[in-house]
């Protein structure tokens, strides 16, 4: 097929503004937000949302911006709704085991209504009991038991002092203890003299009968505490029997408080129950006492024990919970244990337990970073013990390395239900596959984000209907059909395809935004297609500095470029420079050098390490055709080298093949080369000129380096006709191809290209010997002339070859 030139309508897509159906975006921001070219994920998120197996979660990977995040979670909320509100979720005090805290799960809301009515029951009870406590009915049978306990004492203690008496000693009490001394025939107390004065017999006499009275003594003391304690039984039993009414009465207030389904719950009743016993157990605190400041403290800590840490509160939701946990520490998903400090000691109890967002959402959808989590190795290896189980235990990392000593705390670990996104790159997605099969195991659906889709009308009202939600939300003025059918035409270029569009819409927000930016600022009701285009420039502008830089340098003539006339063995390649936020393209001379010899073809920048795998490939296949075209004079004899001048940084892909080729036929052939048309394509074995990536870029930077030296009208670029449905070219390049001022030519064989650039018939692939005006003769031609110089060599020095690479080109 002979080489075509492209027209200006080839160039670049056009939308039709009166094709969309709308004046300007107000009138579409009603409609829903729809999945724009990605039903194979929506399709793909609603199946796994909505299967109801555990360990079924959702494993979505795409490119960011691609609007994988907003759509999963507008997902999210809308299968939440129809799901019903899961339940609160409780810690109450352990009486048997304090440092084991018992879970709790009640409906929604009856964990605030618990905690309510537990805390009505202690004030009520701090102000009831002490009340019934000093009743007269009440004091007068605690002074009843007090005083039969007293004349009991007091009986006691009149039969040890006759005892004494009769023994001849005198008994008395003093603060507590009991004081004898020992009496003379006369009843006065024995001195000290009169003691010394008695004989050995009579002292013996004397010390048996003090035994006998210190053992009466004891037996009375051991008989007033068996008393004492008869009587504070008494007394609590008066007081459990006072106060024991009371405290039914108001623990049945508290369940007839709470839900039928809930009255009945096994664990809420043994807490009830324990609550009573406990009560029950330390009236005596609600009563006055000596030291008040003790009673007081001792007091509240058995009143904290009635409260009830309600961690997971979901009273107010209406559906299943929605969480999108930006931020998973390891205590913002798996919940925590917050620890005072008392002295040299770390204290803490059930009250101190706090929620993560994994206990927040169970009944729910839980959406996470899987970069996140690989970033903090805790994190993952706690959730992957969780998706194996299912049971989460909260627990403080690092308490065991606390500088203090720390109270332990584990609470009782709860089932948790919740259905997770994790979100993720490609590469991210099987890298995880590949590592940790038994976690990617339980994420069985995956929810694949394209990066680009078919243009359709339905797409294109999709888009607007994106613009409409993005203005919106942003309170920014809406969108003309014109500045939507710009920016439409804006994902084509972000797709390089004229038959798709990008979906990567957050390129298109960030434009929407700044659109609407410049309609603002001259007054705007409405944004217009000329406020997309200068948006677009304006970005450019902000982001091309390292390009005009580089342009620069060929205007100054630091960088060799030639755009007219013609050399042999040289032509202009084409490279595209990617920053990360900005690509543009730049043009790179490639010159090439043939001489008889046996080493074949040297790649100088693979030599010296400047190529990657993929332009190495390239160079091997070109290697490979030629070695075809002229295998019917083989074996060759043939030193040749190319290289990309004036390259510093390094060389990777494949679609400076082409260039590379015409080069090195060129410097076979003798045949000049037209400079002023710029080449780019890969090859492949047979000749056929492959499409390439960053076309736009790379033809709209030859352009802007010609628009630098000068334009004569007879420049242009040679690209692969596969690459025609890619070009989303500027405006400036199609208003110079429309006015003849550049060219964009396209081929599907090298040897069209090569006709276009030396202007001379390329000759019959295949069909050797070669016509000798054609190109393929010229290169025949210099071949056998460097065959006849090697065999001539060979006979001169011998059959010893030369050091190096042997090639059969």
């Known amino acids: ?213 210190r053992n009466e003594i004891s037996r009375y003391l051991e008989k007033t505490q068996s008393m004492e304690r008869v009587m504070n039984e008494g007394l609590a039993a008066l007081r459990r029997q006072t106060i024991k009414p009371l405290l039914e009465h108001e623990l049945q207030l508290i369940r007839h408080g709470l839900l039928p389904a809930v009255q009945g719950d096994v664990k809420l009743a043994q807490f009830l129950e324990q609550v009573h016993h406990a009560v029950l157990e330390n009236l005596e605190l609600f009563q006055p006492g000596d030291d008040e400041a003790a009673r007081l403290e001792a007091l509240e800590v058995v009143l904290l024990l009635l409260r009830v840490n309600v961690v997971v509160d979901n009273h107010a939701l209406q559906g299943a919970p929605v969480i999108l946990e930006d931020n998973p520490l390891f205590r913002t998903l798996f919940g925590s244990i917050e620890y005072a400090s008392d002295g040299n000691e770390l204290l803490t109890d059930f009250s101190h337990i706090r929620s993560g967002s994994l206990l927040k959402a169970h009944g729910g959808f839980l959406m996470l970073h899987l970069r996140d989590l690989l970033a903090d190795e805790p994190v993952w290896e706690k959730l992957r013990r969780f998706m194996r189980s299912g049971r989460l235990q909260i627990e403080e990392p690092g308490m065991m390395h606390a500088p203090m000593a720390a109270v332990s705390l584990e609470p009782e670990a709860v089932d948790v239900q919740v259905k997770i996104v994790l979100v993720a790159s490609v590469a991210e997605y099987y890298a995880v596959q590949a590592a940790d099969p038994e976690f990617a195991r339980r994420f069985r659906c995956k929810v694949d984000f394209a990066e680009s889709f078919t243009a359709t009308p339905d797409s294109a009202r999709a888009t607007a209907i994106f613009v409409a939600h993005t203005c919106q939300r942003k309170a920014l003025p809406h969108f003309s059909a014109e500045a939507v059918a710009a920016l439409i035409e804006e994902t084509h270029r972000e797709a390089q395809d004229q038959s798709r569009q990008s979906a990567i819409f957050a390129l298109s927000e960030a434009l929407v935004m700044e659109s609407a930016d410049l309609a603002l600022r001259r007054a705007a009701q409405t944004v217009l297609a000329q406020d997309v285009h200068a948006a677009r420039e304006a970005r450019i502008h902000r982001l091309s500095y390292p390009e005009q830089r580089l342009q620069e340098t060929i205007a100054d003539g630091e960088r060799l470029l030639d755009v007219r006339g013609e050399r042999v063995a040289q032509v202009n390649g084409l490279t595209v420079v990617d920053l990360g936020d900005y690509c543009f393209g730049f043009p790179v001379r490639v010159t090439a050098r043939t001489y008889a010899g046996e080493d074949g073809l040297l790649n100088i920048e693979r030599e010296v390490e400047l190529s990657g795998p993929i332009h190495d490939k390239g ?41 590379e080729f015409y080069a ?41 380096s010609c628009e630098l030296l000068g334009l004569d009208g007879q420049q242009g670029v040679l690209i692969p006709r596969r690459n025609v449905r890619h070009l989303m070219l500027d405006a400036k390049v199609v208003a110079a191809v429309r006015e003849g001022r550049f060219h964009i030519y396209t081929a599907d064989d090298v040897g069209e290209g090569m006709a276009l650039l030396t202007g001379v018939v390329f000759g019959d692939k295949g069909v050797g010997p070669y016509a000798v005006d054609s190109v393929l003769g010229r290169a025949q031609k210099t071949l056998q002339r460097f065959r006849r110089a090697c065999a001539a060599s060979a006979v001169h020095h011998g059959p010893e070859h030369p050091k190096g690479h042997r090639s059969h080109l």
């Open 619 to 659: 160079v091997l296949i070109l290697h490979s055709h030629l070695s075809a075209l002229f295998a019917h004079i083989a074996p060759l004899a043939l030193n040749a080298a190319v290289v990309f001048e004036q390259e510093y940084s390094g060389v990777e892909g494949d679609s400076a093949s082409c260039a």
């Open 664 to 704: 090195l036929l060129s410097s076979l052939s003798g045949l000049p080369i037209r400079q002023g048309i710029a080449v780019t394509g890969a090859i492949n074995q047979h000749g056929e000129v492959l499409p390439v990536g960053g076309i736009n870029e790379k033809i709209e930077g030859y352009f802007r």
């Open 1 to 213: 097929m002979p080489i075509q030139a492209l027209t200006p309508a080839d160039l670049r897509l056009s939308v039709d503004a009166s094709s969309l159906g709308f004046a300007d975006t107000a009138e579409l921001q009603h409609l829903p937000l729809p999945w724009i070219g990605q039903a194979r994920a929506e399709e793909a998120a609603r199946f796994g949302m909505e299967m109801a197996q555990p360990d079924y979660n959702l494993f979505v990977l795409g490119e960011v911006g691609s609007g994988r995040t907003t759509l999963l979670g507008q997902m999210m909320r809308a299968q939440a709704a129809q799901r019903p509100v899961p339940p609160d979720l409780c810690y109450l005090h352990n009486f048997d085991e304090a440092e084991h805290p018992r879970a709790l799960r009640m409906p929604a809301g009856q964990g605030r209504q618990l905690r309510q009515l537990m805390g009505q029951l202690a004030k009520r009870l701090q102000a009831e009991i002490p009340k019934r406590l000093a009743q007269d009915d009440f004091k007068a049978e605690s002074q009843r038991i007090r005083d039969a306990c007293t004349l009991e004492k007091d009986r006691g203690y009149e039969a040890l002092s006759a005892y004494a008496e009769a023994h001849r000693f005198g008994l008395m009490r003093d603060e507590g203890h009991m004081v004898f001394t020992l009496k003379d025939e006369k009843g006065e107390p024995v001195t000290a003299g009169k003691a010394l004065a008695r004989t050995p017999q009579q002292r013996l006499e004397v010390e048996k009968t003090e035994e006998a009275l």
